[in-house]
């Protein structure tokens, strides 16, 4: 792990080269050394297992960049794919489900919430950038009771494993080479075979893509911890059947949506966008969560759609009680609106069409 006293392995500095202009790799201090190195383990982990499974031997170099933006990135250099996640993320992301279990009305039937008491409102939880929410607090915030606090953590990973099998579906499905090739390097010969004037929807194909894998592989992990649940710990209370264990794994990726999603969404120009408009994610998301479930019989089939909404109107109520921002209850409306539903027609049939090109595109 970079370290301040360790000198970079040779990984690390080629890491560091690639996301230099975002202030390259993130150099760990005494505090927060002991959630980096997890962070790196998971991460580690993901990518080797995903690769196993695969027969696949991706070169992946994976780290934290010192960038305090909310985000994650994942790019193509010399045939060698590396995946960052900024440390805004992972500090802004975990401070935050810290101060949502630290609050007694979120998530209220997990853990003893008689021992959390805070209630401050941070300005926007929906920030861009870490430095404005740790403006807010001098004092770290984190929950009491212990469930609640290993709650936490495992919703924060949760969510970092979402964003890393998200990165990791941009190279495996070879979106990133397929947007090299096709738009960054166009020429006479692929303009022929793809039109540039698609890129958008295709693009928002590439996300929903890479949504559908994170969340398949979410749900394969949560699967296993429910199969060998001396995994979960003290959590074991929390998981108490899979009602509960499917509910906290919506939740989390409810958050992550509102994280790098944008709710505010007008249903007009879907097109002219990069990325899929945060409802059109959230009823794509309810389809592959119902195909994992359905497949694997972990609920009847009617209760999904039910654990979902509750889930993301759950998540709504949190980022509200810890912020600002006023909640709003019409996402599953706007999720099951017939204009998102034709959107994510249209991004599945265009997708659909370029499929075979894509697969020829994939590493190895
Ligand atoms: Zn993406």
Redesign the pocket.
Known sequence: MAHWDVPLTTEESEFNQVFAKYGGIYITGTNTKQLIETCLEIGVSVITSLNQQTHRDIPVIFNVIKDTTISAKSTLINGKFFIGVNIGAILGIFSLFYRMLSHPEILPHYGNVKAEQYDEKIYDAKTGDLRTIMDYSEEPIFPRCDIRRALAETLFFSFLRMTIL?EYA?ISKGHLAFKEKYFMFKNAETVKLVNPNDENIILQGF?ID?DAFAIYGLFSHLTHLLENKGKLGELTICYTNNQNAIFLTCFAISCSFRIFGNFDWDIDNLSEKKNPPAHVRLYAALVFINNYIKEKSMVPENEVREIFFHANNEAEIAFSKISLQIPSFEHDTKALDPGTMEHYGNIYHKFLEIESLLKKTEPY
């Open positions: 998200h941009h996300e890479a």
